[in-house]
């Protein structure tokens, strides 16, 4: 007798959804995020970068923003989809999906008052806080003529062989700001009550479902919480979404926040599936008034064990997830097939994908530096197996080893500590860092799968090295000594030894240097002992002020962010004058800046470090530095730079072997993870 049937582990997740006319494999919606793909001149590339998450075996992929005209561009040239020559265009991504097995739908996007050019246009003349251009107010025949270009463009969509379109109403893009009163002072037809400020997505949603069937899919993305003063009340949203289940909507998708938001919304220090419940709780309304459009819940969403226990509670129809597909596109494969604890994990980082996309440049993938890339980094196993000596067992050599173990190399890791990890190590000890566990776990497994023999707690030496072909030296950074009179005082304590938990540490602390590891140890400093607000999301809320949209129109709490008491009084200093932490990421660096003003951090720019004695740290500052006092401390924390480790490779060179440098070996300066898995990845795929 064959044994009983074991349901998946993810029975939820990977359970088809049958629209009637058209049926998705799974539970799973690759999220619309802009990929600096979209324009004309890139779509072979955008085709690759869909083809391999149709491989992966997505259930429904979204593209990045198109936009239905030129008013509509976020940028100047932005993505298009507004004629039949970019129907044609277009014709290649659809092809490589449906190729693949997959289903593909456009995202429409118009940006409203967030366009990066002047003629950008919005319901009022009102300038968004981060664009530079004020927006021309559009008449009513105006607003007919974006009704229509949407329209328009959703045909030339179908001609292109999508199998739907996104309708993109959240995020505080153009038909978000025809919602929200604070960006919509109108008193005509399409503003004033909010029977009339919704008029505009009822009637793109309508008007699309009328000229293009109904046989294709019709997605909204619904704003869930606006996240701003004067957004829409819970009543308004659900009004919104009956509607526009009404005009024709096959399944509606959460959005959450606005660009402008001071809350932050995916970064790694928000709680995982922190928005799911107001997903759940317009899904319910809507069964309750008999509408079965399907709801999918997303943001912060990163494992298929978070998309399961949401599925199951009945929390959501199907789960959106864009950043964990650049991350991993074989993310949902590997769910199917029993491997999960091999999936990258998205640690919601923002440095290689939002940064990205607010610097004008190409989306790719801190974890994954082939996400966006997939027509220029292949690999393939190689057909002259070489051994291989990876010294350090940070994310870069653990990356290099990785990569060649997975083309047949027989690569052997030295790492002197006793685990995997290097500096991500210190990183997952940060307060809202800790989905960095879950990478050295990753990287952990990666090697272990792809045969990388690992030697850890072995310091090797040059002459230890001589059998292998190649040697790769990834030997990672120490602190930098700034040079400060006294700084050998007893005060002193390197960062290495604060964030390890090597030293008690006092209740005043005075930081030296403010890139982002001076922002950690304070973030690190400033938090009370335990679990942090990351893994508690009542007391994220409270602390960020997030309220319900039920109570406040917008969701924010009436009594604003409520921070929780620092653990110790911190002044952070730099030599530099300018903002304190002006190279943090772009995406998240008002997030660092905030918990610190939380903190009540005394932040100092422009100073000069005299000396550390008895009494503190003494400093110059003012006009010519002429200004001296004492900053009465406890402990002095030097966070002032780092040098490469690299002492092994000029002794590697002088016996004459094939040396690699990567990482902060390679070049330190403020810790970069970005470049040290891109170059590790980029070596291991060339070797």
């Not at 960062?495 to 001076?518: C, M, S």
Request: charged share 20%; with cysteine; glycine share 12%.
């Amino acid at each position: 007798m064959p044994p009983p049937h074991t349901p998946p582990a993810f029975h939820h997740l990977l359970a088809p959804l049958d629209l009637g006319f058209v049926r998705l494999r799974n539970r799973v919606i690759m999220g619309s995020m802009h990929t600096g793909l979209e324009d004309h001149r890139q779509l072979d590339g955008l085709a690759a970068y869909c083809r391999e998450r149709a491989e992966g075996q997505v259930g429904l992929i979204v593209t990045g923003g198109l936009a239905p005209n030129v008013a509509a561009w976020v940028k100047p040239l932005a993505g298009t989809l507004a004629s039949r020559a970019d129907a044609k265009r277009h014709r290649v991504v659809t092809q490589a999906v449906h190729g693949a097995g997959g289903h593909i739908a456009a995202q429409l996007l118009h940006a409203g008052r967030y366009a990066y050019h002047p003629l950008a246009v919005a319901p009022s003349r009102i300038r968004s806080p981060i664009s530079l251009f004020t927006p021309w107010a559009l008449s009513a025949r105006g607003v007919e003529r974006q009704i229509r270009a949407f329209v328009h463009a959703a045909q030339r969509a179908r001609e292109a062989g999508y199998d739907g379109v996104e309708i993109m109403g959240s995020e505080g893009y153009l038909i978000n700001q025809f919602l929200a009163r604070h960006t919509n002072v109108r008193d005509d037809q399409w503003g004033g009550d909010y029977s009339h400020r919704m008029r505009l997505p009822v009637e793109i949603v309508a008007r699309t479902r009328e000229a293009v069937g109904a046989d294709f899919l019709l997605i909204y993305r619904l704003s869930v919480v606006d996240l701003v003063p004067g957004g829409s009340t819970w009543d308004e949203t659900l009004q919104l979404a009956r509607a526009l289940a009404y005009a024709g909507a096959t399944l509606l998708n959460s959005g959450i926040g606005w660009h402008e938001s001071r809350v932050p919304t995916i970064a790694t220090s928000v709680p995982r599936a922190a928005f799911a419940g107001l997903t759940q709780r317009l899904r319910e309304a809507l069964r309750q008034d008999g509408l079965a459009v399907p709801v999918a819940a997303s943001n912060r969403i990163n494992t298929p064990e978070v998309a399961e226990q949401i599925l199951a509670s009945g929390k959501a129809d199907l789960v959106s997830m864009a950043r964990p597909l650049l991350a991993d596109p074989h993310f949902v494969r590997k769910a199917a097939s029993g491997r999960a604890d091999e999936i990258a994990p998205c640690i919601a980082c923002n440095q290689a994908c939002l940064d990205h996309v607010f610097r004008n440049r190409r989306v790719s993938c801190l974890v994954n530096p082939r996400a966006g890339r997939e027509t220029e980094l292949n690999w393939q196993r190689t057909t002259r197996p070489r051994r291989v000596a990876v010294v350090g067992a940070g994310p870069a050599g653990a990356t290099a080893a990785a990569v060649l173990g997975e083309r047949g190399f027989d690569v052997h890791l030295f790492e002197a500590g006793p685990q995997v990890g290097g500096q991500l190590q210190l990183a997952s000890r940060i307060p809202g860092k800790e989905e960095f566990i879950g990478l050295i776990h990753h990287l952990h497994r990666r090697m272990e799968v792809a045969g990388v023999r690992l030697h850890l707690g072995v310091r090797v030496q040059a002459d230890d090295l001589g059998d292998f072909d190649e040697v790769i030296v990834a030997t990672g950074v120490h602190p930098r000594r700034p040079g400060i009179a006294g700084e050998d005082h007893a005060k002193v304590l390197s960062y290495v030894d604060v964030l390890a938990g090597r030293q008690i540490v006092g209740d005043r602390v005075a930081i030296i240097g403010a890139g982002g590891i001076g922002f950690d140890v304070a973030e690190f400093l400033l938090a009370a002992p335990g679990p942090s607000a990351a893994t508690d999301l009542s007391r994220w809320q409270r602390i960020w002020g997030v309220g319900d949209p039920a109570q406040t129109p917008g969701g924010l709490s009436p009594e604003g962010p409520c921070p929780e008491p620092p653990a110790r009084q911190i002044t952070l200093l730099q030599r530099k004058a300018g903002k304190l932490g002006a190279g943090l990421g772009k995406t998240t660096g008002w997030i660092h800046r905030a918990a610190l003003h939380h903190g009540r951090v005394d932040m100092q720019a422009g100073v000069r470090y005299v000396r550390i004695g008895d009494d503190g740290l003494l400093i110059a500052e003012g006009p010519g530095h002429g200004r001296q006092r004492w900053i009465d401390c406890d402990h002095i924390v030097l966070c002032a730079g780092q040098e490469p480790e690299a002492r092994l490779v000029p002794e590697l060179r002088a016996l004459g072997m094939r040396v690699h440098v990567i990482g902060g070996a390679h070049r330190a300066g403020e810790l970069d993870a970005k470049r040290a898995f891109r170059q590790a990845t980029e070596l291991a795929a060339t070797l």
